[in-house]
Each structure stands twice: as C-alpha cells, then as structure tokens.
Nanobody
Framework: VQLQASGGGLVQAGGSLRLSCAAS????????MGWFRQFPGKEREFVAA????????VYADSVKGRFTISRDWPKATVHLQMDSLKPEDTAVYYC?????????????????WGQGTQVTVSS
C-alpha cells in the first residue's frame, strides 16, 4: 500500500500548480481519494475529495472554484489542479485513500496517507 505525492513547489500569487498522487492499484480502484492540507501548528484540513468513479467531487469552501480534483485511471493517479493560488494556500498538502468509495471529507474517513508535499505561494 503506497501513495506517492508530487508536484509541490513555489509559485507567485495568481499562479497554478498541479499536485499528483500515484496510488498502488489495490487502493485506487475502489476507494474515494482526497487531498488535505496542514498549516504550521494546525490540524490537517480537508481540501477536496472525489468518489471512486471520479464523477462526484466535493471541495472546501476556501478552494471551491479554484481547485479541481480528478482521477487518471490508467495511471492510478489522482490530481489536484490548483489555480488562482493565494498566499493563504501555503501549506503542506497530503493525498489520502478513503476507507469507502465516496468523497469523504474527514480525516477519520481515510485509511492511507501519502507523504506531504510543500506548496508555497508568494505574494
């Protein structure tokens, strides 16, 4: 069981980044997938999630309209396209595979976590 996140980096405000999370097939085909982020000294918070089919996605209000989560089935990868980035989006971002097939929004709903990837947005 493995989730490998990539794509973080430094970008100016208003710019874009795409995060990717490659999953072992055993935890991609039937699982909802999600992205969370963590600010220094804070709890991990929900960003976006998608169901196992890729047809139902949910977003935190703070990123709605700017971020898009999607699944790439041939590559067993989930992406987070982040546009119109703001300095307050600066955080460590984590991908995760849910215990269920739905788009889960709580950390308790996730069984597997990837390593974090740093996103820094400069003003």
């Amino acid at each position: 069981v493995q989730l490998q996140a990539s794509g973080g980096g430094l970008v100016q405000a208003g710019g874009s980044l795409r995060l990717s999370c490659a999953a072992s097939n055993g935890i991609f085909s039937n699982n909802g997938m999600g992205w969370f982020r963590q600010f220094p000294g804070k709890e991990r918070e929900f960003v976006a999630a998608v169901d196992w089919k890729g047809g139902n996605a949910v977003y935190a209000d703070s990123v709605k309209g700017r971020f898009t989560i999607s699944r790439d089935w041939p590559k067993a990868t989930v992406h987070l396209q982040m546009d119109s980035l703001k300095p307050e989006d600066t955080a460590v971002y984590y991908c995760a595979a849910a215990r269920s097939s739905g788009p889960t929004t709580t950390t308790r709903g996730y069984a597997y976590w990837g390593q974090g990837t740093q996103v820094t947005v400069s003003s």
